[in-house]
């Protein structure tokens, strides 16, 4: 390193991003090779590409993308950095593959603070490295104060799933079981509790977790009983089991006492006027089986740390409509609709 | 959730239900209507209309702040918005409900105007004192239940010296639209709906008290009883009811005696009366003028209220012709009753407000109910 790249190093304590670190120029590979390179280390990245090139094993291959723009950039349980590869990975596993790779994009906000990128910047490493994906290739960019809110993240997955296996939205049938990993509502009632205007004091922390080998233990344990799988982040279980109802033709039926919710989760979602149902998660997926495979998937389930308190939920039902119903704990039956418009500020 | 559960309980519905089905005579029939949309929202949420007798039906009522809010008001609303130095805060529900030419408050804000969702009237005046160059008002609608905390923010405004904190006044009050629907039930000449009792208000009493109910069941022999917004409290006022029309009785009883007394809250009221005074008449969505319904700034407190600042002119716009909130919000019509129900009229696409807030009675059937109007077809 020349004295003249030493005298310029970042001031990670009190420094702030300013527009040269968006310009192509210098300051732009210090602040690079300093926060990004200096967290995310490995050999594809280190080549200094503008890309990266890996070689795979046959099979399906996965890919996926995704935007984060979260406010609070950090939250009990987490922050944007690891959201982001949390969340792509997962959008990965639920084809039931393997993530391998993940690149990471980063829109900037002149003004964001050095130590705050960092910060970020080794939450995603710590996330990456110990879901074993590497982040492979990346790209910064720097816009005018007020352009953007702190820092946008998107990140791109890629993994390899078996070429047998075909898990797709549209493949939910009458009789099916729909099984969901663990509580819900977590994620959001944490990015929540950080919110100005929200503040309220809670030990729930969110649930973001990488999935993919929850995902492989019940690969493993049923490959041909496993219909579809989707992580119910935005919109909650809710809006996750419209979506699957549209898009394969069917209903649900939900027994609302058999879907976990925390006792902290339900009583701020009582305060708040929420229903946990439409509470984003960011480590739980909701998986429909055949019938016959429910409980051999369940049991793979249960026998995985984030499958700890997996449960049986529902089923999937003939419906014209394409209805989400449940059964209430005082035994009618209710709608579980789409949720209208936006009533909250963006939490994933 | 201790407090909560305990209202919530399967096998304790299950046991009421079983006590209704006894107790409702199966040559009568009974149609209470609940007031509330608070109610409204836990009879669609709960699904109790499973758990009633055939012969046992709940008429929705007007009950619901956002339903009722006329049009010209949110028309108000969203030109004082479009002012460049008036920052508006208002509660999530209103800012999809549709104003005059399909105009909201959604739309003003995405056309710039300065609006911001709060959820308290104490997040709108940290907003005056953290932004004194902008003129910050505040969008108050509600009952007897929202009209205290914004008395208070009004007078720790002037306590704070905010003098850039205005409030702009919908609060509307509960017995005259009870005495509405009693004195005058139909609705252009459509007959209103029978009615045999009233579900009484549950926050609204807490602050008002059970006894601001009496002169319903003195004057229009309508048993009423009072109950809290738990699908049990529910379940039990309508056994409450039922007895009182099998028996021949028309009091006020208190199902929710963990929140309501005969006189409620005292120091409340107290606060409300210091800051508002009644208008001697307010529009009603629905209902049209209500005399003595509506609450406005007293002289007093004059520098706090948007309407005399900036000089707002009242503005009375028409429904769209084709919606049916008016004689849904009167318990005249269903949902299911209004063409535009579920064709043009959706949570995504709201044509009346019924359909925006989730205690309007639309979009509580839409959200949870709407499944059984398909059973009933597809059996049809």
Known sequence: MSSEIRRRKLDLKNGRVDLSHGAGGRAMAHLIGEIFHAAFDNPMLRAGNDQAAFDVDAGRMVMTTDGYVVSPLFFPGGDIGSLAVHGTINDVAMAGARPLYLSAGFIVEEGFALADLKRIADSMAAASRAAGVPIVTGDTKVVERGKADGVFITTTGIGVAPRDLVLSSDQARPGDKVLLSGFIGDHGVAVMSQRQNLAFETTVQSDSAALHELVAAMVAAAPQGLRVMRDPTRGGVAATLNELAQQSGVGFRLDEDAVPVRPQVAAACELLGLDPLYVANEGKLIAIVAPEAAGTVLAAMRGHPLGRDAALIGEVILDDHHFVQMITSFGGGRIVDWLAGEQLPRIC | ?380
Not at chain 2, 4 to 11: P, Q
Not at chain 2, 60 to 89: K, N, S, Y
Not at chain 2, 151 to 179: D, M, Q, S, Y
Request: net charge negative.
């Open chain 2, 1 to 380: 959730m201790k407090y909560v559960d305990e209202y919530r309980d399967g096998a304790v519905a299950r046991r009421i239900a079983a006590a209704i089905a006894k107790a409702a005579d199966p040559a009568r029939s009974y149609h209470f209507m609940e007031f509330c949309g608070g109610h409204t929202h836990a009879i669609s949420r709960y699904g109790l209309e499973d758990l009633l007798p055939a012969n046992v039906r709940m008429v929705h009522g007007p009950g619901c702040p956002v339903c009722v809010l006329p049009v010209g008001r949110i028309d108000m609303a969203i030109q004082l918005a479009l002012r460049p130095e008036v920052t508006l805060c208002t509660y999530g529900d209103l800012m999809r409900v549709p104003g005059s030419h399909g105009a909201s408050l959604l739309r003003a804000k995405a056309a710039g105007a300065d609006i911001r969702m709060v959820y308290s009237t104490l997040d709108a005046l940290a907003i005056a004192a953290a932004e004194p160059e902008r003129e910050v008002v505040f969008f108050a609608i509600g009952f007897e239940t929202t009209t205290p905390p914004t008395a208070l923010a009004i007078k720790l405004a002037r306590a704070r010296g905010l003098a850039n904190f205005t409030v702009f006044c919908n609060h509307v009050l509960t017995p005259p639209a009870i005495r509405g629907i009693l004195e005058h039930p139909d609705l252009d000449g459509v007959p209103g709906p029978r009615l045999d009792g009233f579900v009484g208000p549950a926050h609204v009493s807490a602050v008002i008290g059970s006894e601001a109910f009496a002169p319903f069941a003195r004057e229009f022999e309508q048993p009423v009883v009072v109950a809290g917004f738990e699908p049990l409290d529910v379940m039990q006022a309508i056994l409450m009811l039922i007895r009182q029309v099998n028996d021949g009785r028309q009091e006020v009883e208190n199902q929710y005696i963990r929140a309501v007394t005969p006189e409620g809250n005292v120091i409340a009221k107290a606060e409300v009366a210091e800051v508002f005074e009644l208008r001697d008449s307010f529009e009603w969505r629905g209902f049209g003028a209500v005399p003595l319904s509506g609450l406005r700034l007293r002289d007093a407190y004059r520098d706090f209220d948007a309407e005399q600042r900036f000089a707002m002119a009242e503005i009375s716009a028409a429904d769209n012709p084709a919606c049916e909130c008016g004689t849904i919000l009167r318990g005249i019509k269903r949902p299911t009753d209004c063409k535009l129900f579920g064709t043009l009229c959706t949570p995504e696409t709201p044509m009346g407000s019924c359909m925006v807030s989730s205690e309007g009675a639309c979009a509580a059937h839409w959200t949870y109910g709407r499944f059984r109007d398909h059973a009933r077809r597809n059996v049809a």
